[in-house]
């Protein structure tokens, strides 16, 4: 509950737009993530977990796009080790470079 407490790290300024993930192919989860281990250390991890608990869904999602869901959403303790925690990190920062490995 406490990512909903987390205005104070909002960015004060508006950011630049973030541009060129649109032209990304789409890959695994699996893939997607290897870029991000040294940003989310325990992430195939926790990609792994994920993917085994969310099942087939039936919401018209690829257990991908659902298990990447349950992957953001999911806190660990301490909070900082969260992917949200890591990813929304880099999305506030002004620095939209950093992104380049998130795509």
């Known amino acids: 509950m406490q ?10 300024r508006m950011l630049g737009p973030i541009q060129g993930y ?3 192919p789409l890959v ?3 893939h997607a ?5 040294s940003y989310v250390p325990d992430v195939k991890r926790m990609v792994w ?3 085994q608990n969310c099942g087939s869904p039936a919401d018209g999602l690829t257990a991908d796009q659902s298990a990447s869901i349950m ?10 080790r969260s992917f ?10 002004e620095d939209r470079n950093k992104l380049k490995p998130w795509f």
């Open 49 to 51: 977990m994920v993917k």
């Open 3 to 12: 990512r909903f407490a987390d205005i104070p790290g909002e960015p004060i």
């Open 33 to 37: 993530v290897e870029p991000l281990e």
């Open 22 to 24: 649109e032209k990304m």
């Open 84 to 93: 949200y925690f890591a990813f929304n990190g880099v999305l506030r920062s």
């Open 28 to 30: 695994s989860l699996e």
């Open 71 to 80: 992957l953001y959403t999911l806190e660990w303790t301490p909070r900082e």
